[in-house]
């Protein structure tokens, strides 16, 4: 027998290292998770010291008026659906406020006619920045965070500016929810 074969370990042994080594892999993915958890959780996504949001008019930077209320109003409406949070006009009675601003709001093309040059669609982008303040503890939920959102729409399709604003301010309250959520 050839002395380099006594000394190397079996097929069989070979085998079970290769297992007990893809197991312990395994096992480790199993364990690791988000926020220290094993598997899934049933636990909420926000915040569960806060019941309560006194949401504060955007106020708009840029030269077109009437998208701040349209944001607002669809912010308000997400965070009644989509959160355990109440609504409340009275910042005294609150347990946190929503602030923001619209920076600009932007129109530019995205497709023109070859043959005459004509817009063919449009779009339509919303930039803001959203402060969320915890009025018991003082800390900063969200801080000064700049979200965008945006919206094609068509003139041959009989859609107009105010359409994809009205659009864009949805999908821009939809990222402003999903900012409430806490950190995994």
Known sequence: MNKGMLNSPSIHQKSRLYYAYVSLCLS????SGCDGTL??????????NVHS???????????RRGVEYE??????KRIEVETPYKIISNADRADTVMSGQIISITEFALSTDREIGTILEK?????AV??????KTGDLLIDHQEVRASASYSPYQMQD???????????LARKIVELMERKW
């Open 28 to 31: 480790g993915l199993a364990l």
């Open 71 to 76: 944001l607002s109003d669809a912010l308000a």
């Open 123 to 127: 779009e339509v982008e919303l930039r």
């Open 161 to 171: 500016f105010e359409y994809a604003s009205t659009l864009a301010a949805n999908n």
């Open 53 to 63: 949001v006194c949401l504060k008019m955007f106020d708009n930077q840029s030269f």
């Open 130 to 135: 959203v402060d969320w303040k915890n009025l």
């Open 39 to 48: 598997g899934y959780s049933n636990e909420s996504l926000f915040p569960e």
